[in-house]
């Protein structure tokens, strides 16, 4: 009797799935007779009569034991998901769809104490626009740091498409480490994206405006309106992005929508798809046509492939502009020296996708049912060949026939475009509400038993699929047991609460071949709408259990100078009207409990954990002055503040740390 669902042994979950199933089609046949007595050995009568009264069928039961984690058990693998509107990143477990973490990014986030007085603020400031504070972001795509094209675990970054602006989170505490407001640009979108060593972080345009953003009217816009790629320098050793070593590349108002990095054989060249090579400018009010649809008059728009490693070389050069505080290459200098080609795609296209080994690059038809395949060889081939025709630009324009390996028809509505180890491909259909599961060729052909470059299956999902991402997906080695659906609207799906409805992750079984993918389960995102997300193997992440050592600063990811390791050298010291303090926390004190200070003092206050133990975290909060911290074991943190406000306030623990939490507190006195 015990057996059943054995922690250890996995056949036993099998044979458990296909005996229970049998039950179950039996069971439901005889739908008056309780379940009680199964017959079968090793199976609870309990669990079969459970199954039946809630009306399970055998897929549900297939789903559930596929993702059921037992209390103790880990995922094996980590989803780390754009979290939309709020601005966020989350950090979700996979296949139990377990949300393990919000990660605050661009929006201050309480629970972490991340932009309430301590470090996090300094990393807010740094995506502030001309200086003015902007307190929250729309996170598109998150990307992992990569090393030879494999998730490397080591960090992770993620754009705002509201403000072009672009965040580094380091993965050994899952905290936002920097954030960097693109120079000269005021939106973006294709980015996130890493290239296979994570030399850069690219991160591609959207709506076209004027270089630096400045005024002009909409009349100039084929004149003086531009894209801007940006390719962000990341020093792996410090953790940040270099701004001095990152580099621009202008390009024609487009609207590029999504960029991917070129792996193995097409490592060094990067690829955009692109709408809008209507150049429209809107103004339905003054008789033109809606941007809807002056957007997709045009039969084909541009998919971009942008040279990047000669673009390093240009810049590094010198042949570059520096305008708002980094370096520019002209579009001129890009044609010149070859950095940029077009080559057609078919109407309004969305998402640019390379395959694992670099080979092709597929690109969503979104109002067209085709997904349309680039062969990388043929591209090259195409470019030393030469004498192109141009587009209005001066861009050279391969021709379609010449880059294109194949065509495939999935369906209403295909964006994006994921892969497995078994030569699949798996697209979203937006429109049809689907994913499907078509086979790639070439160097795949032999991966299944599959006609190459033809539709396998479309596995209905629940509503209006946006992303899909799989298992290490964007790796030059993706896994092939999970993919999820990021599905926009999931009406009916869960209860009534009102008339803003959750997104749905809905996890989709691939680790058979054929037409046999299953949805597993509907994961409710109550958050912000996510756009895309990535999906690491769990063993690739390497976290802190506590900090390295008794004051060690996050914000520096080094040992705080004003760490204190005992609480004999907790003091307050006062310099004229500067007020500083060491205060040490550790279950359950603060030290010192009493802070005096005078109205108007400036107050400088260093906060130091004891604890070694993991899971001891305790919260600081003073109440009225908006101040609250998040401290884990071994952490320092330093807030910075003018009393100026006279009373009598507390300051406590925000953590139910341990028996005596509640007596954990202190008072701020602040002395008119
Ligand atoms: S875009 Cu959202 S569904 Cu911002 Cu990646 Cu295609
Ligand atoms: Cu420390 Cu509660």
């Given amino acids: 009797m015990e057996i059943f669902l054995s922690r250890k042994s996995l056949p036993i979950w099998l044979l458990t799935t296909v005996v229970l199933a049998g039950i179950l089609l039996v069971s439901c046949r005889n739908n008056n007779q309780p379940a009680a007595s199964s017959g079968v050995s090793g199976l609870p009568a309990d669990a079969a009569a459970l199954a039946t009264a809630r009306g399970l069928t055998p897929d549900d039961i297939y789903g559930a034991l596929k993702t059921y984690m037992p209390t103790g058990q880990h995922d094996p693998y980590i989803m780390i998901s754009s979290g939309g509107q709020s601005g966020q990143v989350y950090v979700i477990g996979v296949p139990s769809m377990r949300l393990l973490k919000a990660i605050g990014v661009f929006t201050p986030e309480p629970w972490q104490g991340y932009g309430y007085g301590g470090h996090g603020d300094k990393v807010l400031a740094g995506g502030f626009v001309d200086g003015k504070p902007i307190l929250w972001g729309d996170t598109h795509h998150p990307s992992i740091s990569e090393t030879n094209g494999e998730y490397d675990g080591q960090f992770a970054f993620i754009n705002d498409k509201a403000n072009a602006r672009i965040a580094v989170i380091d993965l050994r505490d899952f905290e936002t480490k920097q954030i960097i407001k693109t120079p000269n640009a005021i939106n973006d979108h294709g980015g996130a994206f890493v290239t296979p060593n994570t030399e850069y972080v690219i991160e591609g345009p959207q709506y076209a405006a ?299 079984d691939i680790s058979g071949t054929g037409a046999q993918m299953r949805l597993l389960y509907d994961m409710p995102i109550g958050v912000g709408e996510p756009h895309y997300a990535q999906i690491i193997r769990a063993d690739r992440l390497k976290p802190w259990q506590v900090y390295p050592e008794i004051g060690w600063d996050p914000g520096t990811m080094a040992p705080h100078p004003n760490a204190i390791t005992s609480s004999e050298q907790a003091r307050v010291e006062r310099n004229g009207n500067h007020v500083e303090i060491w205060m040490t926390v550790v279950r359950s004190h603060f030290y010192p409990e009493r802070v005096e200070i005078k109205q108007g003092d400036h107050v400088t206050w260093h906060l130091t954990s004891l604890e070694r133990t993991p899971d001891a975290t305790h919260g600081f909060a003073i109440s009225g002055y908006n101040i609250n911290l998040s401290l884990e074991p071994g952490e320092t943190q330093t807030i910075e503040f003018v009393a100026d406000r006279s009373g009598t306030f507390t300051y406590y623990c925000t953590e139910f740390c341990s028996a005596l939490h509640l007596e954990m507190l202190g008072y701020m006195l602040v002395e008119p």
């Fill in 210 to 508: 004027p270089l630096g953003f400045e005024y002009a009217p909409l009349e100039e816009y084929a004149e003086k309106y531009r894209a801007l790629i940006t390719f962000w320098k990341f020093d792996r050793v410090a953790g940040r992005i270099d701004q001095s070593r990152s580099f621009q590349i202008e390009l024609p108002p487009y609207w590029q929508d999504l960029c991917d990095a070129g792996k193995k054989v097409s490592d060094g060249w990067v690829f955009c798809n692109s709408f809008n090579t209507e150049l429209a400018t809107g103004g339905i009010e003054l008789g033109n046509p809606p941007f809807e649809a002056g957007t997709a008059r045009n039969d084909t728009d541009y998919l971009h492939i942008i040279n990047w490693k000669k673009a390093e070389e240009i810049f590094q050069s010198g042949n570059y502009e520096m305008m708002g505080g980094i370096a520019v290459i002209r579009l001129q200098t890009a044609i010149d020296e070859g950095l940029l080609y077009f080559t057609p795609e078919p109407k309004s296209p969305h998402g640019a996708d390379v395959t694992p080994g670099g080979e092709y690059i597929v690109v969503g038809g979104k109002l067209d049912p085709h997904v349309t395949v680039y062969s990388f060889e043929k591209i090259m081939a195409a470019i030393a060949k030469g004498g192109h025709e141009t587009d209005q630009y001066g861009v050279p324009v391969l021709p379609l026939d010449a880059t294109m390996e194949a065509q495939v028809e999935l369906g209403l509505g295909p964006l994006h475009t994921v892969y497995d180890n078994k030569g699949y491909a798996y697209t979203s259909l937006f429109l049809d509400s689907a994913v499907a599961r078509w086979t790639l060729g070439g160097p795949y052909a032999n991966l299944n038993p599959d006609e190459p470059w033809s539709l396998i299956q479309k596995l209905p999902v629940h509503y209006n699929i946006g992303h899909i991402t799989a298992v290490e997906g964007d790796t030059a080695s993706p896994g092939g047991e999970f993919v999820v659906a990021l599905s926009k609207w999931s009406i009916d799906r869960f209860a009534n609460i009102g008339p803003l409805m959750p997104q749905n992750f809905q996890l989709v």
